[in-house]
């Protein structure tokens, strides 16, 4: 599939394990067909959410097939491929689109913390060998470096480079990214849930969501709505989602959003070690906000 642009929504998917930490292949599958059933534009397998740090490299690639091999055409496949080594980066970029991805999600270099010319060296390195269609990913919170809002527009230029992910909680931020390449084909995409109907509002394109796991049909029509210009359905779905858009943060992302899978029968809701399964008493909690969503009305 040829990716025109990114727009719309992008479920950062989680990947099940079972409870001996082997991958649960069948549910993966499972998992990427129910998403795309419920309209999303797009899948993302092995990102931060779907624990990309433990699996090896060719775990890594195994699930970027699996997702292919259960939607086939009918969704762009968005491959985590990141790195804190530009070779590796590299290596499993190449890895992901002879897997048939059909874009690429590359998280900064973390632990490293490079300079911003170094930030910008290791973009280049992928871009200009792997020609596929990229998104540059900002998440200081985990990566301990920001990726400079200059940076950020400098790899706008390059033909391969097409979006930019930000989780960096910063609104300002992403405002001045959206400003300083709106005239480009270039996709500003929320990284954090909170932020998805503000990004959208000062020019974001779409999200690569958390919360799109557990409910992608409310999220694609908050996203949708306000693509649209339909702010004031888009707003109500944002606060139909808040309560779990929070409670998917409670612990460090992805326990709450596996334990959310869990318990809508989605998945086994295990994670790797040294993740844990989500605490008692906000499982309890969880439970609570998941009940209050009612289920989603599908036309026909």
Do not use: C
């Not at 097939?65 to 968005?78: F, L, Q, R």
């Amino acid at each position: 599939m040829t990716l025109s642009e990114f727009r719309g929504v992008y479920p950062a998917m989680t990947t099940p394990f079972h409870e001996n930490g082997s991958i649960d292949f069948q549910t993966l599958r499972t998992s990427a067909q129910r998403l795309a059933d419920a309209g999303v534009d797009g899948l993302v397998p092995v990102g931060s959410t779907g624990e990309s740090a433990t699996l090896s490299h060719d775990e890594h690639i195994e699930v970027v097939e699996a997702v292919v091999d259960a939607v086939g055409d009918e969704v762009p496949i968005i491959a985590g491929s990141g790195s804190n080594n530009t070779a590796e980066a590299l290596s499993l970029s190449r890895r992901s689109a002879d897997a048939g991805a059909d874009g690429l999600l590359l998280i900064s270099p973390y632990y490293n913390k490079p300079e911003p010319a170094g930030m910008s060296e290791h973009y280049r390195t992928v871009a200009d060998e792997v020609d596929l269609p990229q998104i540059v990913y900002n998440v200081p919170g985990r990566t301990g470096r920001n990726i400079e809002v200059d940076t950020a527009v400098e790899l706008a230029a390059h033909p391969n480079i097409r979006g930019y992910k930000a989780a960096s909680g910063d609104l300002a931020q992403v405002s001045e990214v959206v400003e300083r390449t709106r005239d480009q084909e270039f996709s500003v995409l929320a990284g954090d849930d909170g932020l998805i109907l503000p990004t959208l509002a000062v020019g974001g394109r779409g999200t690569i969501s958390v919360v799109a796991n557990v409910e992608p049909g409310r999220t694609v029509e908050m996203v949708h709505s306000a693509l649209d210009n339909e702010y004031e359905r888009a707003r109500a779905v944002h606060h139909e989602l808040g309560p779990l858009m929070r409670a998917l943060f409670w612990e460090t992302n992805p326990i709450p959003v596996n334990e959310a899978m869990a318990i809508r029968g989605y998945g086994p809701g295990h994670v790797r070690s040294p993740l844990t399964r989500l605490s008692e008493n906000h499982r309890d909690d969880l439970e609570a906000v998941l009940a209050d969503l009612e289920p989603l009305e599908v036309d026909g």
